[in-house]
Structure formats: structure tokens, C-alpha cells
């Protein structure tokens, strides 16, 4: 309640789609192991924590020969009418005003076979047995717990909080509607207090229950008035009534309704095409929660999706862009089919913004699209033009208005003769130098066949003061601007 007051729900920025969704298939498939246990009805110690999905599945195998055919029947027989019903209630759904309540008509159904056959005593099926009835009378907190308590509630108040978001966000994206992580934290919060007067467990989304809601058509807070209303008149009355159901017949209508949490599997494949980013943190984000159990599972998923957003930054995505003919549009190269560059033109994109951790990143995506290193590029007309300048002094060559000349009977000095005279001043003669035709010396200098470099910064959202000084310091564009001729940066 208190962080929802303080307008603490900005968290749920952090539970992105690609982390919710491999979080709800991961507990989707928590939710089924532990319901075959109950549709097998076989023995099976109560795990928690780190790798209990794993020890739970290797007590399954293990004790599979001891499965009870009753109850695998019934289950069995249940997950497929529910199956078979519910799609078709989608399929005519335009004909059917209200869905068939498959899940109603087979506990009931089923409730009925269980008492007259006596399953439990013939079969040793696994039954509801007793439901308590009435409600625990109200009690103040126990005040002196509170030092103890105030870590674990914190702990397990945010993540029943995740838990309802995250799951709140997948049918959010489903029905078209938004979540406000600030109502959420004060909804919790105020029907926690009260119901812990009650000695009620911490209240959160219940991943099964809200698939069986979701699935029957149950889209407003009618359906949970109407689910509540239900509840109490069993646990008052009806209760008694449904003590000879199987519990494999209520674990079979559970799995049933999580049919769409396991659909979003094929979101891996989309993802991979679209961003590997995504797909990583999807598949890290569920594998973790299977292992990890479902707490550390998705907390394991937030801090790899913020050291994934890190890594982005980091290591930026750098594009050369081209034209497409007829229009001013400008696209990647290298991503789109019928794109031009225009001719002696790199246009360098960069799609990030631009700090002291990734600035080199910038200077080899500019080395990689142009083709060359600019500074060595300089470099090397500067060891060209001392070494034409000297031979111009010895008058070795001629120069003239249309370039230079070599004298035949002269030979070429080595790049060995031009090492110490790299850092010599020498009083350069002024002369226009074609640097792309065949120099009389033997200096091998690269050929640079663009005369401008546009920088495309308009996805850079900033720049620090280490970005700035590299951009604007002559070690870096001072070359450029020697480089390339037209000097367009």
C-alpha cells in the first residue's frame, strides 16, 4: 500500500514482453508437473526452491510404475472433452452467445460417477475429501512479529506483485487494455490488510485459476464477484458436496485451460527474426524460472534484461545507409533489397547514444563502412608529400599544372627512407596531389573513393563529455577533414 502511494509501480517498465511471456510459459509449465503428479496420483515429496521442478519431474519417473489408472482415466478423459469443447467453442463462437461451461458440467459429472461408484475405497482414487467450511474469526496482527517479518514480507510482496503484473500484462496485450503497476500495488495492498485479519494466505494472481477464468469468457471484475460469491456458498455449504471428486479430474480441467500460456512457445522463432536481444532474454527468462524456481526465476529475467539493455549500449548497431531510388527515404544497406548509395557519399548511422564505453565502438563502425582507416590513410600522405617534397628540393621530379612528373632516370627512395622524416619539418611546397593515381614514390598510399561523410545521429539521445571532445577533436575529425574533400561531416 505504501509503495503504491509513494507511486513506486514505474517497476513494471522493467517487466518487458518478451521477459513476461517466458515467465508465464515457465510457470505455465510448473502448473503442469504439478498437476500430472495428481492426474498419475503418485507419490511425490513437496519440493521448493532451487531445481524443485527437477526433483519433483525425477519422482514422477520414479514412481510412474505405481500410477493409479483410475485417476489417469478420469484425467485423461477430462483433458480431452475440455480440449475438444473449448475449441469449439472458439471455433463458433459467432453462433454461441454463451460458451459451454465444460468445467462445470464434468466436475459435476464427475463428482457424481465418484459417489456412485465409490472410487476411493474400490480404486483408491485420490478425492477432495474434506472442505472445511466457514471462515477463521478475525484477529489483530501480532505486533511484535513485525522485525521479524518485515524482509520476507517485503520479499514476498514484490513478487506477488510481479507475478500479478506480469501475467496482467499478457491478457492486457491480448484485450487491448493498460496496466497501472501504481493501482496494482494499492489494490494488493488494501485486500492483503484485510484479509490477513482472517489468517488468509498472501493474496497474488494465480496463474490456473486465471487461465480457467480467462478461458470461460470471464473478462471484468463481474466474473470475480460471481467467482467470490461461489467460493463462499461452497465453503459455507456446498462444500460437502463435492468431497468425492477426483482430483485428477480438477488437475486435468486446470492443464486445459493453460493451452494458450503454452502457445507462447512459438514466440521464439518471431523473436529470433526480429531481435536475438529478445529472444535471449524470453529463453533465459524461462529457463531460469524452471530452475530456479518461479522468485529467483524472475528475478534472475529482470537483471538479465537490464544487463542485456547494458550490452546494447555498449556495443552498439552501427549501418551504412543507401537511397531508395525516387524518394528521400534512407535505409540499411545490408537490411533492405533496391537501396543506392550515393556515389562518393557514406551516410553512417548510429543507433545509440554516445559515451566514453562506446565511443571506439563508433570509430571502427566509421573504419568498417568507409573501407579504410582514416588515420592511416593521413598518415601516409603525410610520409607521400615529405617524400615529394624532398624530391622536388632535388629537383628529381617536376611538377606543372597537370600533376607531377618523375624523372626516368631516377629511383623510387624506400618507405624505410621515409620513417625518420615522418616527425621532420620540412618547408612543404604548396601542390595539389591527386592521392588516387600512381605517385612517384613508393609509399603506398590507399585509395579513398568517397569526398564526404554524413553522420546520421538522429537515434543518439546523448552524448557525454568524452563523446563530445572525440567528435570534435582534432586527433579524430581533423583527419577526416584531410581525408575526405569536401570536408561534409
Given at each position: 500500500?505504501?509503495?503504491?502511494?509513494?507511486?513506486?509501480?514505474f517497476?513494471?517498465r522493467?517487466?518487458g514482453?518478451p521477459l513476461?511471456?517466458?515467465?508465464?510459459?515457465a510457470a505455465a509449465?510448473?502448473?503442469?508437473?504439478s498437476q500430472?503428479?495428481?492426474?498419475l496420483n503418485v507419490?511425490?515429496k513437496?519440493y521448493s526452491?532451487?531445481?524443485?521442478?527437477v526433483?519433483t519431474?525425477?519422482?514422477?519417473?520414479?514412481?510412474i510404475?505405481k500410477t493409479?489408472?483410475?485417476?489417469?482415466?478420469?484425467?485423461?478423459?477430462?483433458?480431452?472433452?475440455c480440449l475438444v469443447?473449448?475449441?469449439l467453442?472458439?471455433r463458433?463462437?459467432?453462433i454461441?452467445?454463451?460458451?459451454?461451461?465444460?468445467e462445470v458440467?464434468?466436475?459435476i459429472v464427475a463428482?457424481?460417477?465418484?459417489?456412485g461408484?465409490n472410487l476411493e475405497e474400490?480404486?483408491n482414487?485420490?478425492?477432495?475429501?474434506?472442505?472445511?467450511?466457514?471462515f477463521?474469526?478475525p484477529v489483530?496482527p501480532?505486533?511484535?512479529?513485525?522485525?521479524?517479518m518485515l524482509v520476507p514480507a517485503?520479499?514476498i510482496?514484490?513478487?506477488a506483485?510481479?507475478?500479478?503484473?506480469s501475467l496482467?500484462k499478457?491478457?492486457?496485450?491480448k484485450y487491448?487494455?493498460?496496466?497501472d503497476?501504481?493501482?496494482e500495488?494499492?489494490a494488493f495492498?488494501?485486500s492483503?490488510?484485510?484479509?490477513g485479519?482472517?489468517?488468509?494466505?498472501?493474496?497474488?494472481t494465480?496463474?490456473?485459476?486465471?487461465?480457467?477464468q480467462?478461458s470461460?469468457?470471464?473478462?471484468?471484475?463481474?466474473a470475480?464477484?460471481?467467482?467470490?460469491?461461489?467460493v463462499?456458498?461452497s465453503?459455507l455449504s456446498?462444500?460437502?458436496y463435492?468431497?468425492?471428486?477426483?482430483k485428477?479430474v480438477?488437475?486435468?480441467?486446470v492443464?486445459s485451460?493453460?493451452?494458450?500460456?503454452?502457445?507462447?512457445?512459438v514466440?521464439v522463432?518471431?523473436?529470433?527474426r526480429?531481435s536475438?536481444?529478445?529472444?535471449?532474454?524470453?529463453?533465459f527468462t524461462?529457463?531460469?524460472?524452471?530452475l530456479?524456481?518461479?522468485?529467483?526465476?524472475l528475478l534472475a529475467?529482470?537483471i538479465?534484461?537490464?544487463?542485456t539493455?547494458f550490452?546494447?549500449?555498449q556495443?552498439?548497431s552501427?549501418?551504412s545507409?543507401g537511397n531508395?531510388?525516387?524518394t528521400d527515404?534512407?535505409k540499411d544497406?545490408?537490411?533492405?533489397?533496391n537501396?543506392?548509395?550515393?556515389?562518393?557519399i557514406?551516410i553512417?548511422?548510429?543507433?545509440?547514444?554516445?559515451?566514453?564505453g562506446?565511443?571506439?565502438v563508433?570509430k571502427?563502425g566509421?573504419?568498417?563502412?568507409?573501407?579504410?582507416?582514416?588515420?592511416?590513410?593521413?598518415?601516409k600522405?603525410?610520409k607521400?608529400?615529405?617524400?615529394?617534397?624532398?624530391l622536388?628540393?632535388?629537383?628529381k621530379i617536376?611538377?606543372?599544372?597537370?600533376?607531377?612528373?618523375?624523372?626516368?632516370?631516377?629511383?623510387?627512395?624506400?618507405?624505410d627512407?621515409l620513417?625518420?622524416a615522418e616527425n621532420?619539418?620540412t618547408?612543404?611546397i604548396?601542390?595539389?596531389?591527386d592521392?588516387?593515381?600512381e605517385l612517384?614514390?613508393?609509399v603506398?598510399v590507399?585509395v579513398v573513393t568517397?569526398?564526404?561523410?554524413?553522420?546520421?545521429?538522429?537515434q543518439?539521445?546523448f552524448?557525454?563529455?568524452v563523446?563530445?571532445d572525440t567528435l570534435k577533436?582534432?586527433k579524430?575529425l581533423?583527419?577526416?577533414?584531410?581525408?575526405v574533400?569536401?570536408k561534409?561531416?
Amino acid at each position: 500500500l505504501i509503495l503504491g502511494a509513494l507511486q513506486f509501480g514505474f517497476v513494471v517498465r522493467y517487466l518487458g514482453d518478451p521477459l513476461v511471456r517466458g515467465f508465464t510459459t515457465a510457470a505455465a509449465v510448473q502448473v503442469l508437473i504439478s498437476q500430472i503428479k495428481l492426474i498419475l496420483n503418485v507419490p511425490s515429496k513437496n519440493y521448493s526452491g532451487i531445481l524443485s521442478m527437477v526433483y519433483t519431474t525425477m519422482d514422477i519417473f520414479a514412481n510412474i510404475g505405481k500410477t493409479n489408472f483410475a485417476d489417469l482415466t478420469a484425467g485423461l478423459i477430462t483433458l480431452v472433452l475440455c480440449l475438444v469443447v473449448k475449441d469449439l467453442n472458439e471455433r463458433y463462437k459467432h453462433i454461441l452467445r454463451i460458451p459451454v461451461p465444460i468445467e462445470v458440467i464434468v466436475a459435476i459429472v464427475a463428482t457424481g460417477i465418484s459417489y456412485g461408484v465409490n472410487l476411493e475405497e474400490n480404486y483408491n482414487a485420490a478425492i477432495v475429501k474434506n472442505v472445511p467450511s466457514g471462515f477463521i474469526p478475525p484477529v489483530a496482527p501480532d505486533v511484535s512479529l513485525f522485525s521479524q517479518m518485515l524482509v520476507p514480507a517485503f520479499s514476498i510482496g514484490i513478487l506477488a506483485y510481479a507475478l500479478a503484473v506480469s501475467l496482467g500484462k499478457v491478457y492486457a496485450i491480448k484485450y487491448n487494455y493498460e496496466i497501472d503497476g501504481n493501482q496494482e500495488f494499492i489494490a494488493f495492498g488494501v485486500s492483503n490488510i484485510f484479509s490477513g485479519c482472517f489468517s488468509c494466505f498472501c493474496a497474488t494472481t494465480a496463474l490456473s485459476r486465471s487461465a480457467v477464468q480467462e478461458s470461460t469468457g470471464g473478462k471484468t471484475q463481474i466474473a470475480g464477484l460471481i467467482t467470490a460469491a461461489i467460493v463462499m456458498i461452497s465453503l459455507l455449504s456446498v462444500g460437502t458436496y463435492l468431497e468425492p471428486l477426483q482430483k485428477s479430474v480438477l488437475a486435468a480441467i486446470v492443464v486445459s485451460n493453460l493451452k494458450g500460456m503454452f502457445w507462447q512457445v512459438v514466440d521464439v522463432p518471431r523473436l529470433w527474426r526480429q531481435s536475438k536481444w529478445d529472444t535471449a532474454i524470453w529463453l533465459f527468462t524461462c529457463f531460469s524460472s524452471l530452475l530456479l524456481d518461479i522468485d529467483l526465476g524472475l528475478l534472475a529475467g529482470i537483471i538479465f534484461g537490464l544487463f542485456t539493455i547494458f550490452l546494447r549500449v555498449q556495443y552498439p548497431s552501427y549501418s551504412s545507409l543507401g537511397n531508395i531510388s525516387g524518394t528521400d527515404i534512407y535505409k540499411d544497406i545490408e537490411k533492405y533489397k533496391n537501396v543506392e548509395e550515393p556515389e562518393g557519399i557514406k551516410i553512417v548511422r548510429f543507433s545509440s547514444a554516445i559515451f566514453y564505453g562506446n565511443i571506439d565502438v563508433l570509430k571502427d563502425g566509421v573504419k568498417s563502412i568507409v573501407g579504410f582507416d582514416a588515420v592511416r590513410v593521413f598518415t601516409k600522405r603525410t610520409k607521400a608529400q615529405q617524400k615529394i617534397n624532398k624530391l622536388l628540393k632535388k629537383k628529381k621530379i617536376s611538377a606543372n599544372e597537370n600533376g607531377i612528373g618523375r624523372d626516368s632516370s631516377t629511383d623510387s627512395e624506400t618507405d624505410d627512407d621515409l620513417d625518420d622524416a615522418e616527425n621532420k619539418e620540412t618547408n612543404d611546397i604548396k601542390l595539389h596531389i591527386d592521392w588516387n593515381t600512381e605517385l612517384p614514390v613508393s609509399v603506398s598510399v590507399p585509395v579513398v573513393t568517397i569526398h564526404s561523410l554524413i553522420f546520421d545521429f538522429g537515434q543518439v539521445i546523448f552524448l557525454d563529455v568524452v563523446a563530445v571532445d572525440t567528435l570534435k577533436g582534432t586527433k579524430y575529425l581533423d583527419n577526416w577533414n584531410h581525408v575526405v574533400s569536401s570536408k561534409t561531416l
